[in-house]
């Protein structure tokens, strides 16, 4: 690992959505269906709901990157369903139920653009935070073998040792805690710099939803974009410095200067 002599002082990472290819959206469309064609089957027609008006882009657009009992209130908005205060912990529950029973089931995967963004990050200094709203975050990052990953992909580091997992390489993990706001508020992210010991300013953060981008730039931090749903057009609106639709295309040369810039304007 290099010693770190300039430019970025941290970097703050979401993880649904950015690192891992997360069984959340499914788990809420899932739970919302099942309910919906159970005890909710009263008011159904009342509602706006249909199952294939439950697409990525609402989930995305609407719940992705807020905590579990914001998202469920989000959905229930959204799809207009009558008396949703009496509806809320159900939903929550029972997406968390399933959720689980995903992440224990191997259904997810880690991006692998991502696991060589963070340890080539890791690797020039750069202090590392996870930052999550999800509850759920450290079930998938316990589960994730580095070692295993540098061994399939040929990549060689000093600092990953036999039996290291993507949680065990993170600096600071304050994913699921509490907070009285949770995104955009930048409260989860100031945080996270708090606890690397860093300035805020000289943070950047790694997001994939509009209000992880939004609750990054209130933080007066620097945003990365990660577009995996098509949604480029959305996370540039929210802010974001940067955005792509792969971290292979971060220019690490720049990153390594403090600068967030595509690999394409070094070539």
């Known amino acids: 690992m290099q010693e770190k002599t300039g430019g970025f002082l941290g970097a703050v990472f979401d993880v649904d959505g950015v ?82 029973e995903l992440i224990k089931a191997g259904e997810f995967t880690a991006f692998p653009d991502a696991m060589r963004f963070i340890l080539a990050v890791k690797d020039s200094g750069i202090p590392v935070a996870a930052a999550s709203s999800s509850k759920n975050a450290g079930l998938f990052l316990e589960r994730i073998q580095l070692d295993e990953f540098t061994a399939k992909h040929d990549l060689h580091y000093d600092f990953v040792g036999p039996g290291l997992t993507l949680q065990e390489l993170f600096d600071a993990d304050i994913s699921g805690r509490d907070f009285e706001q949770g995104k955009p508020h930048p409260k989860i992210f100031l945080t996270a710099a708090e606890e690397l010991g860093v300035n805020p300013q000289g943070c950047f953060v790694v997001e994939d939803a509009t209000s992880g981008v939004e609750a990054a730039r209130a933080g007066n931090m620097a945003a990365l974009g990660v577009a995996r749903m098509d949604d ?36």
């Open 232 to 267: 480029e057009a959305f996370l540039e609106a929210a802010g974001a410095d940067l955005v792509v639709s792969s971290l292979d295309e971060v220019s690490l040369e720049a990153l390594y200067g403090g600068r967030l810039e595509p690999v394409s304007a070094h070539r």
């Open 19 to 100: 690192l891992v290819d997360s069984p959340h959206e499914r788990a809420w469309r899932e739970a919302f269906q099942e309910l919906m064609e159970t005890e909710w089957s009263d008011v159904r027609g009342r509602s706006t709901y249909t199952p294939e008006r439950f697409t990525p882009s609402v989930y995305q657009e609407v719940m992705s990157g807020k905590p579990r009992m914001s998202g469920a209130r989000a959905a229930l908005d959204y799809f207009e369903v009558p008396d949703p205060e009496s509806r809320l912990q159900a939903y929550a529950d029972l997406k968390q139920s399933k959720v689980v």
